[in-house]
């Protein structure tokens, strides 16, 4: 069951994104052929856009320390977040916004930054195996770790909403390619370089992507199904013919550690990558979102989820390294008087237990 403190910052997106939302991504009409593009902060203000990375930082420190009550906190609060956002999305796209620029920004905070929140962590175990009445064997297999196991129905949710993104792909850039975009006006993308958005090369590139997607959706409609029926089922259960042997469990923490490091390694180039590309855009194409400053409600609310969101999680990690901490100095007192004691043969034996109680 999770912690207060780690549901609060999904609560408080849902309080906030329960609204009706007008604005959206055009071009000024003042004067009529100005070239400047009004966004629309309530996707991707820098309210909202400091909630993404404080929320994605959060995470990857969760991920780096094993903390998974915190986790499963961002990752509740990062499927409201990009539910609100996608809602938004479509429904600023029917009101005739600026389409293939908005939903290739909000693409990047959803999938860029939220996506790699929701990728599974595996660990290797040692396992005797049954076969037959022959004597058992040792083998090795990978699972997934128990945050995976206990957030699959998180997992599940997500994908589902991301396959829906994808899905909603061609819609974007076959009937809704030309929506809101002025012809004299240059307006560039960015993926590793800029690009004119309306430029056939682009535009041929991401129709294809955008029908890769719907082969893609139709691959995570499957995963996402499986993984809500297992956390709906909540067989996470090993086999009953295996056996983990006694002694693998501090080399298993320590591969897992590394693997933490490897896995948030991963996440920082991905989101950083993404978060740069976003901005790039926006800056790129000098977005006016003037109106929509951090003091602004619109922008202050999410801020501060995704401050809270990782202030608790910060304050989580330093504790559980000093715990961490104290345990291998008690372990090292310990390995110390045991030598003591045996090297003081003959003599009177020290009791470790009188001289240093490693309770306090």
């Not at 990047?108 to 790699?116: D, K, V």
């Not at 699972?143 to 995976?148: E, K, L, N």
């Not at 061609?170 to 993926?191: A, E, M, N, R």
């Not at 008690?330 to 045991?338: A, F, T």
Request: net charge negative; proline share 3%; aromatic share 14%.
């Amino acid at each position: 069951m999770p912690t207060f403190p780690s549901t609060l910052p999904g609560i408080l997106c849902l309080l906030f994104y329960i609204r009706a939302t007008s604005a959206h991504t055009v071009f000024s009409n003042d004067p009529p052929d100005s070239c400047v593009i009004i966004g629309d902060p309530d996707l991707y203000g820098i309210g909202v856009r400091l909630s993404y990375y404080l929320s994605f930082s959060a995470a990857v420190l969760a991920t780096i320390f094993g903390l998974t009550d915190e986790l499963s906190g961002t990752r509740r609060g990062m499927i409201i977040i990009t539910t609100a956002a996608l809602i938004d999305t479509i429904f600023s796209n029917i009101r005739g916004s600026f389409a293939i620029l908005e939903w290739y920004i909000v693409g990047l905070e959803t999938l860029g930054l939220a996506g790699p929140v929701f990728w599974p962590s595996f660990v290797k175990r040692k396992v005797k195996r049954k076969d037959g009445d022959e004597e058992r064997k040792e083998g090795v297999e990978y699972d997934f770790d128990d945050s995976t196991k206990a957030d699959a129905g998180l997992f599940g949710m997500f994908g589902t909403i991301e396959v829906i993104n994808l899905c909603l792909a061609p819609w974007i850039y076959f009937s809704l390619h030309d929506q809101g975009y002025k012809k004299s006006c240059k307006v560039t993308t960015f993926f590793f370089a800029s690009f004119d958005i309306g430029a056939r090369g682009w535009t041929i590139y991401m129709r294809i992507q955008a029908i890769i997607n719907i082969v893609g959706g139709i691959f995570w409609i499957l995963v996402c199904g499986w993984l809500l029926y297992y956390a709906i089922r909540a067989s996470w259960k090993q086999k009953e013919s295996e056996e983990v042997e006694e002694g693998d469990e501090k080399a298993s923490s320590t591969s897992q550690w590394l693997d933490r490091i490897g896995k948030a390694f991963v996440m920082i180039i991905f989101g950083a990558i993404s978060a740069y590309f976003a901005e790039r855009v926006i800056h790129d194409n000098s977005i006016s979102m003037d109106d929509a400053t951090l003091a602004s409600g619109s922008q202050l609310i999410p801020f501060l989820v995704g401050l809270f969101n990782f202030v608790v999680i910060v304050g989580k990690c330093i504790i559980t390294a000093h715990s961490s901490h104290s345990s291998k100095s008690i372990s090292l007192l310990r390995d110390m008087y045991v030598v003591a004691n045996n090297s003081n043969r003959g003599g009177n034996q020290v009791d470790f237990e009188e001289i240093f109680d490693p309770r306090i």
